[in-house]
């Protein structure tokens, strides 16, 4: 049996776990890079150079959000071909997708490296974390193209039915980190010059493992001259189905922003230094349900490819309750542990006195996300980026900013941490209606499918 049939008739939630677990596990290991540093900067060097690195902390959404709009879009273009048994048009999803990131990540730390003030300024650095801001951004730079490099590798492994090799891609590249902190700020005293350079070689390591895989055959990109030929047809179709990755990232970046100069406003480097840790935990609630999303993402694309609507739905539908699942464990750990979670990342008694009400307040609704999350990529797994889009730019921009400027006004410092979870229900309301005007849709489709083909052939891809 060959994997377009696996996908479309093996056991659905067992397919679910074999993808999606390897995804989230790949997915929280590159939250593990920033988290890491943090820990140890925050144990070993205090409260201002922890905030130095919070300052930093955009900088890890922009260097995903360019990486992730490649390999995203690249590898749901790749199912839905491969769904199709299209196997150019998949080796050239590959090729554009690696030509893509390389182009805009070079750009990217080019744009960095020459404007490193005027970023920090706007990133709202504060005067006592000036110098440690400095020190980790002009370094950690230097790997933007490694993990967008890893990024592509990976999701194209993965997509390719090798879900687990992704993840040692991304694992070596976490334990090199890992050994690197201990070594470079615990043992050598480095600071964050250690933990920046820890974060660099990792990511090295990880794209070298990643590019190791794809040229020795454990995906299904068959290499040849045609593979990297530009497409600039392809190539929009790439950005476009890729696109709301790009939002997502690069929302959570500017909300650091104003994460960081709302609470230095109401606290000083003591509460941007809590948001750093709101901010880490945060990532472990998204990572999951990102890589659930992820994982489900080649069985929605080849069932959506060969019109098997009804497992599209089914597999979103389990993978939903798989994800909340998941996120409440988190949920819980928030809830009734905050403060050996702030203990853990160097907490001092100022931090932890506003710091607990203020993970719990964020927290609070954090499982919804689970579906959320997992409903965006749906979207953007059959081809249908706009839904994907609109949801992330609602939640991320249009509810959540505003709300972090607002409600302080009426709750002080507090109300900064209630805006996430408005804004997540928000969100949650409008997931709902998305999906069920979809399911409707495949509906009618099945049951009248002569008169709803233009559907699909108005969203064909460039042959």
């Known amino acids: 049996m060959n994997k377009i049939n696996d996908f479309s008739t093996g056991k659905l939630f067992p397919m679910i776990l074999k993808y999606s677990i390897p995804a989230a596990i790949s ?117 933007c193209l490694f993990q967008g490099l890893t990024q592509v590798f990976c999701d194209f492994v993965r997509v390719s039915g090798k879900p687990v090799l992704g993840m040692c891609a991304t694992g070596i590249g976490a334990a090199a980190n890992i050994i690197l902190d201990a070594v470079f700020v615990a043992f050598l005293d480095w600071g964050v010059t250690g933990a920046a350079w820890a974060t660099v070689i990792g990511q090295i390591l990880s794209a070298l493992l990643g590019a190791y895989f794809i040229l020795k055959g454990y995906s299904k990109v068959e290499i040849e001259k045609e593979t990297f030929s530009i497409d600039f047809a392809l190539s929009r179709k790439i950005i476009s189905c890729g696109f709301s990755f790009w939002i997502a990232q690069m929302a959570m970046g500017l909300i650091s922003l104003v994460y960081n100069s709302q609470l230095g406003k109401y606290g000083g480097d003591t509460a941007i230094s809590v948001y750093a840790v709101v901010a880490s935990i945060m990532t472990f609630v998204i990572m999951p349900a990102s890589g659930i999303s992820q994982g489900i993402q080649p069985i929605v694309g080849n069932c959506f490819g060969a019109k098997n609507y009804k497992r599209v739905m089914a597999a979103l539908y389990q993978a ?144």
């Open 27 to 143: 997915l929280l290991i590159t939250a593990i890079y920033n988290i890491v540093d943090r820990i140890f900067v925050g144990n070993f060097n205090g409260t201002s150079a922890l905030a130095g690195l919070s300052i930093c902390f955009p900088l890890s959404y922009m260097m995903m959000a360019f990486g992730l709009t490649c390999s995203a879009g690249g590898s749901t273009l790749f199912s839905l071909f491969a769904g199709k048994g299209e196997q150019k048009n998949m080796n050239r999803s590959f090729g554009n997708a690696l030509i893509l990131v390389i182009v805009f990540e070079i750009l990217l730390t080019v744009s960095l490296l020459i404007f490193a003030n005027p970023v920090l300024t706007v990133f709202g650095v504060t005067e006592t974390a000036y110098e440690y801001a400095f020190e980790y951004y002009r370094i950690v730079v230097l790997g």
């Open 320 to 463: 939903s309750a798989f994800s909340v699942g998941i996120t409440c464990i988190i949920w819980l750990i928030v809830m009734f542990f905050p403060e050996a979670i702030l203990l853990s990342f160097g907490a001092s008694e100022e931090m932890l006195e506003f710091g607990v009400t203020g993970l719990r307040t964020n927290f609070c609704i954090t499982p919804i996300l689970g579906f959320v999350m997992l409903v965006t990529t749906f979207f953007q797994s059959i081809a249908k980026p706009v839904p994907s889009i609109i949801i992330t730019f609602l939640r991320q921009i249009l509810f959540l900013i505003p709300f972090i400027y607002i409600f302080p006004i009426f709750w002080n410092i507090n109300g900064i941490f209630v805006a996430q979870p408005v804004s997540d229900a928000l969100a949650l309301i409008l997931s709902i209606v998305l999906v069920v005007r979809e399911q409707r849709l495949f509906n009618k489709i099945e049951a009248a499918p002569s008169e709803f083909a233009c559907v699909t052939d108005k969203n064909k891809e460039p042959a």
